[in-house]
């Protein structure tokens, strides 16, 4: 009993170091499945046990902290998103691109990552080789995966892996309910950085309309306003339009005096508003497409042409926009965002209350 009492005690000596190492650590004690909401079809949704795909070198493991509800993960549970109807996505899919967490595993070859850093990640994830990658534009890239939406599970689960290039580290003290806000932070930023060369010019104070105001539209009118723009806000729900109570930006309940603005930011989707857009905008107007998705209708463009108006789309957000997002983000009023939120298991409670619009955000807790 001695001799193998010293010579287990000699061994744990010689081999403890092993373990010290985050991937030997991992491969000993660590579970690879976890619970996760898994979509198979439309109207089929369920809370499951899961397996974590292998870390590969370039690959980060993130222990999901909270994830956002975004509308597009009900279209999805829905069946309507365009990319499942055309076959571009497909089931079954983890969904959930909002999302923060901490680095559990940093796999060979992440350099700038380490276990236990606070992160956010990049939903649209593009090859990095291709023509439109290496011309800075990912969303052209034809074999992108799209995190919770084409190809990438996302964070609707305890733990996500994903390549570590598109997992960006954030400050520490970061309240991670709020670093959510980092990813339709940056698709506003994103569009913004696309008006800017076509409309913004200098230290000019633009009038600026932003018709919706709902999650996108609420951050996109604060950040123009930051910016030092007049901005007005339009949404039918009084709700929507109270959280600007205590600020700079105007409200309105209907869409009338639009041709008093340069530009115009449409993030509801709904084709009668663009209409009213496209049709009552001042002469030389710019306006810019986020809202998703646009019902098909007869149009001409002739309003376009016959008075110098600028129409611009922008989808997703890159490198570049994640970074100005976690930078811009402690100087914005987020309080708003976080006043729902619901454990994992509740997930279709919380897909329930975004459909009623009850808040501006729905947040669900997973660890």
Known sequence: FRSNKCIGTIKGLLNGAVVENPVSRENIFF???????????????????????????????????????CATDIEIFEGTLGYYKNGMAKYPIVPGHEFSGHIVTAGPNVDHLQSGNPVVVECIQSC?????????????????TELGVIGRNGGY???????????????????????????????????????????????????????????????C???LALKGHQVTAFDRNPQRLAYFKNSTISTSGDLERLNEFD?????TGDPEALDV????????????????????????????VAFDKTVVGSVGSNSEDFEEAIT????????????????????????????ARKHLKVILEVS
């Open 277 to 304: 857009i496209l049709h009552e905008s001042s002469a030389g107007a710019t306006i810019l497409l986020l809202g998703l998705p646009y019902a098909h209708r007869q149009f001409t463009f002739e309003n376009i």
């Open 263 to 267: 530009i115009l930011i449409e993030v």
């Open 31 to 69: 579970d690879r499945t976890c619970k996760a909401v898994v979509i198979h079809g439309p109207g089929q949704a369920s809370l499951e046990e899961s397996d974590i795909p292998e870390v590969k070198p370039g690959d980060v493991l993130i222990r999901v902290a909270y994830v956002a509800v």
């Open 328 to 355: 811009l983000l402690p100087e914005l009023e987020t309080n708003a965002f976080t006043e729902k939120i619901l454990p994992l298991a509740e997930f279709r409670d919380a897909w329930e209350l975004v459909n």
């Open 157 to 219: 689960a305890e733990y996500v892996v994903v390549p570590g290039r598109f997992a960006h580290q954030i400050p520490k003290e970061s309240d991670m309910q709020t670093a959510c806000l980092c990813e339709p932070l940056a698709v506003v930023l994103k569009g913004l950085r696309r008006l800017k060369r076509l409309a913004f010019s200098g230290s000019d104070v633009r009038q600026c309309a932003v018709i919706g105001a709902g999650p996108l539209g609420h951050l």
């Open 128 to 144: 990095g080789r291709c023509a439109a990658c290496r011309r800075g534009n990912p969303i052209g890239c034809e074999i992108r």
């Open 221 to 223: 009118a604060q950040v």
